[in-house]
């Protein structure tokens, strides 16, 4: 929690396996929520807990790359809720225009600004302690970022280069508009592939962007020119987030999905269905329900699931323990996968009659090692711009999320696989594995390679 005046608050809500944050915002009394989650229950536990009244739910833009929570939380509050006027959208809602301001309690005033960019019709919000005082934060959404902007590629091809030059003069709007010490409150930039680049920082004020973010230094140009050049892929599912938005997403449903037996499990896989492991890969490695995949709720599940899956594939989720199936559900329904098929919790003794499948496990030491006395066939799975930043001399690369189409380029016998620290490549080897292949999962941080003596490229520039 924050302060940005004696008595006002906000509140972020972190979501970092999508790289999003929402934030409350509150007087000690009166409060609002800007871009909500859809489980909205971390938000209705917290008004709870400080005795607060929403009043309004605001809403950046229509969002890509997570389900809402806006229209549930406003249903289940009776607080306004506040998208853009321009939006198409199949629900009520207070719609809102450029210039408005909202009263929030006696103290709270937020005034709405345009920042087309992200999207057409992308409202950031300034927050002012009173009537005519000057503004003290902006809540930003996919406009001005920390380090960056949101991406302006989403909405299609034919949209890109209006949409980036909208971004560059809405930037300049919030920069020209706002004092240095208004602090920045963005909700994409923390890992979203919504953001067209990466910043380590965890907060920021509009001073600091000015002195350092590229879109309040270059000039239209340049900045166009270099983030487009930029932007690599982004998730699959993303392509079915925003028709959810606008037709107005129900109340998540979190409770336990249909419990299955081995039977059952079996008859899943053969039928083609996605029966998903979400153990540590250390542990699915030692041995797993031939045929399943493994994508681990230590890591980034959702996005990497929704970006592989086929879209309504009927999903099964297995889990050690009811409470490692539960964090799956609420990742999931972040991304509009509501309701898995069935689960089960225990080991794969339980999951399965036949024999557990195996497949071995290395660091980068041992693939050096082995590299030294034969050629060794190795797969990266890392994204292209990833590779092109450095990889290993000789290996191939298979961005994960083009695997399943691509698996006929893997060598038939052995191969052995790796990305940035061992997440990616289980999920990889799980496909694999199922594929025939005989894989050997690299389980090691990129950073080791060179290390180990494995010779490594280097971009250059």
Known sequence: MSDVAEGLHVVPLDTPSLGDRSYVVHDGSAAFVVDPQRDIDRVLEMLDRERLTLTHVLETHVHNDYVTGGLALSRATGADYVVSARDEVAFRRHPVEDGEVLAVGDRIRVEAVATPGHTFHHLSYVLRDGDGAMGMAVFSGGSLLYGSTGRPDLLGAEHTDRLA?????????????????????PTHGFGSFCAASQSRASRSTIGEERASNAVLLQDEVDYVRDLLAGLGPWPDYYAHIAPLNTAGPAAADLSPPRAVGADEIRRRIEAGEWVVDLRHRSQFAGGHVPGSYNFGTDGAFATNLGWLIDWNTPLTLLAATPDDLAHAQREL??????RPSGAATGEPRQWSEHEPARFDQADFAALAAEAAVRDVPVLDVRRADEFAAGHVVGASNIPLHELRSRIGEVPNDEVWVHCQSGYRASIAASFLL????????VDDHFAAAGAAGLPVTVASG
């Open 165 to 185: 030059r909208l971004q560059h003069a809405s930037a300049r709007r919030l920069g020209a508009l706002l004092p240095d010490g208004a602090a920045l409150y």
């Open 333 to 338: 329904v972040r991304i509009g996968i509501d």
């Open 434 to 441: 199922t594929a025939g292949r005989r894989v050997v999962a």
